[in-house]
């Protein structure tokens, strides 16, 4: 059994991980809304220099033919694009060492839990993966297909981690409450999780549609973008209302089932990024796509994608081991061994 002191030091470090991926999917998304997604035009270094240029007068005269043989035309120095992909790239590589670090500290469950020693492995594999992968991006010169893969496997990262910590901390877990909610809350909040995924995967489409415009226009006339965007945008707007019904319902249950402080806590913070995630994507239609709202958008719906994979796994979790504890009654070995 993993001592207290290493268990604490163990969540500590991955719930700041979990903390660390997510800023690095909102710096992901301000990347792409800004345009800045090529202000690094090679990987890993940035104009051949691990520290960026901070003007155009430090590259060579001819930068900009060179990078056209590479296969990158009309590459121009921008300073803040620049900067914007290379901190991008910054807090990936801090993001990498915070799951080794995680990795590291989970080592003691190898003995006694090894699914948390696993998870973080498949979590740190998968961060090596995802930096190949963005060199990849770079390599496409953001081919929206591998942008949107990038972005899934960030997803799949994180819900590794999260699972991590839900199975180290499952000992702690109230389960009074959760046997009082209903048995349908399950199947429904797996509906739940696929339509936000899906949701996801929709919003990406839209988004490759804006960027499109947004290079054919030189990023201007933002208030035309929204009447040129096509039908898929449509299905996007109106998938999300029963979205949202559903995940205040569940908020709304957990809550008013007494849960445990953890669960009310997610709850209410589940109610708030639905809330959230509508208030940006309403704002975005009716003001023109504004610069602020896309990536924050996407950073809701990915947090409303975790946190309701964290109230699951606690559900389920401890469902189960109450299950476990409470031993069945009509087993006629075990009959009389419990009072009537």
């Known amino acids: 059994m993993v001592n207290t002191k290493a268990q604490r030091r163990f969540l500590i470090c991955a719930l700041s991980t979990v903390v660390i991926?997510?800023?690095?999917?909102?710096?992901?998304?301000?990347?792409?809304?800004?345009?800045?997604?090529?202000?690094?035009?090679?990987?890993?270094?940035?104009?051949?220099?691990?520290?960026?240029?901070t003007s155009e007068a430090q590259l060579p005269a001819n930068y900009q033919t060179i990078y056209a043989d590479r296969g990158y035309a009309e590459t121009t120095f921008n300073l803040r694009?620049?900067?914007?992909?290379?901190?991008n790239r910054l807090l990936g590589v801090f993001t990498g060492f915070a799951?080794?670090?995680?990795?590291?500290?989970?080592?003691?469950?190898?003995r006694s839990d090894k699914p948390v020693?696993?998870?973080s492995l498949a979590g740190f594999i998968l961060v090596a993966v995802q930096g190949w992968l963005g060199s990849r991006v770079v390599a496409s010169n953001l081919h929206p297909g591998m942008i949107t893969l990038h972005m899934l496997l960030a997803q799949v990262i994180v819900c590794l981690i999260i699972m991590a910590c839900i199975r180290a901390y499952r000992h702690k877990i109230d389960r009074t409450a959760i046997l009082n909610l209903p048995a349908a809350i399950y199947p429904l909040m797996w509906f739940a999780m696929i339509a936000g995924l899906a949701q996801l995967l929709i919003g990406t489409q839209v988004r490759e549609e804006i960027d499109l415009m947004a290079k054919q226009s030189n990023y201007l006339n933002r208030h035309l973008w929204i009447d040129n965007l096509p039908l898929i945008f449509s299905v996007h707007k109106?998938?999300?209302?029963?979205?949202?019904?559903?995940?205040?319902?569940?908020?709304?249950?957990?809550?008013g089932s007494?849960?445990?402080?953890l669960l009310s806590s997610l709850a209410l913070l589940l109610i708030g990024l639905v809330v959230g995630t509508?208030?940006?994507?309403?704002?975005?239609?009716?003001?023109?796509l504004p610069m602020f709202a896309q990536p924050l958008h996407l950073w809701f719906a990915s947090l409303i994608l975790g946190v309701q994979f964290a109230i699951y796994l606690?559900?389920?979790?401890?469902?189960?081991?109450?299950?476990i504890a409470q031993p069945d009654r009509s087993d006629p070995v075990n009959a009389g061994q419990y009072p009537a």
Request: charged share 10%; proline share 5%.
């Open 278 to 288: 509508a208030i940006m994507g309403m704002s975005m239609e009716r003001l023109n």
């Open 21 to 53: 991926i997510y800023m690095l999917i909102l710096v992901g998304g301000i990347v792409r809304a800004t345009g800045a997604g090529m202000g690094c035009p090679d990987w890993p270094t940035c104009f051949g220099q691990w520290i960026p240029p």
């Open 117 to 119: 020693f696993y998870l």
């Open 314 to 323: 606690i559900m389920r979790q401890g469902r189960s081991s109450s299950e």
């Open 81 to 87: 694009k620049t900067w914007t992909e290379y901190l």
């Open 238 to 255: 109106y998938l999300s209302i029963p979205v949202v019904v559903l995940n205040l319902w569940f908020a709304y249950r957990i809550r």
């Open 258 to 261: 007494q849960a445990s402080s």
């Open 99 to 110: 799951i080794l670090v995680t990795l590291l500290f989970s080592s003691g469950y190898r």
